[in-house]
């Protein structure tokens, strides 16, 4: 069973999926995929070398981030061909890794801040969201990144709505209170995934 878990900004998903990997599940995360298929060497890189020229790249040979960031922000068909360039090296990784993980597990985790934004959620057969009001994803998630209000709400605006991923989501993890209270709903529901694998 793949059991997808999503939630905005700030929500806390990173919290969740290490509780879920000191239960002993394992966690296939979509940014550290997203992260692999850019590495240095990696045919993907050289695409986009060639694409936007060598300025996106590091002294150290790995990708400018911001710098690429920038570039397709200002130009949406910019961002489709790197889209349509990354995202199926991204599935298919995606689909190795929960392969591999998934023997001899009751369940594993597909974690990603845009699993529902994009087709991964097609790959899950449960939907777990982190849940808290925008004002909480707001604060933590300005503590957590230094970065202004402005900025957090404009990523924030850019996700899809906190309402439409409510009414997508088999099971609701609420992150409005303590670290503590967010650990143990983690374990409430390892117990209830664990016993659906085992009936």
């Known amino acids: 069973m793949i059991v997808g878990l999503t939630g ?5 998903k ?3 999926s290490n509780q879920f990997m000191a239960l002993g599940i394992p966690v296939i995360d979509s940014d550290v995929i997203a992260r692999e298929v850019v590495l240095p060497g990696m045919p ?5 070398s060639e694409h936007f020229g060598t300025a996106i790249i590091q ?7 911001a710098a690429l960031r920038q570039k397709i922000f200002q130009d949406n068909h910019e ?7 990354l995202h ?12 591999e993980a998934s023997k001899g597990k009751p369940y594993i985790i597909l974690s990603s801040p845009l699993l529902l934004e994009t087709d991964q959620h097609t790959l899950c057969d449960v939907i777990v969201i982190v849940d808290l009001l925008e004002q909480q994803q707001v604060e933590r998630a300005t503590r957590r990144d230094k970065n202004s209000t402005e900025q957090i709400k404009r990523i924030i605006a850019a996700q899809i709505s906190r309402e439409e991923r409510l009414t997508r989501a088999d099971y609701i993890l609420d992150n409005s209170g303590s670290y503590e209270q967010l650990i143990e709903q983690v374990n409430s529901l390892d117990t209830l995934l664990r016993s659906k694998h085992l009936s």
């Open 88 to 99: 199926p090296l991204i599935r298919e990784r995606t689909i190795n890794q929960l392969t």
């Open 8 to 12: 905005g900004i700030g929500s806390g």
């Open 14 to 16: 990173t919290s969740a």
């Open 59 to 65: 002294d150290d040979g790995q990708l400018n981030r």
């Open 79 to 85: 961002k489709q061909w790197l889209e349509s360039l």
């Open 44 to 48: 993907a890189l050289s695409a986009i």
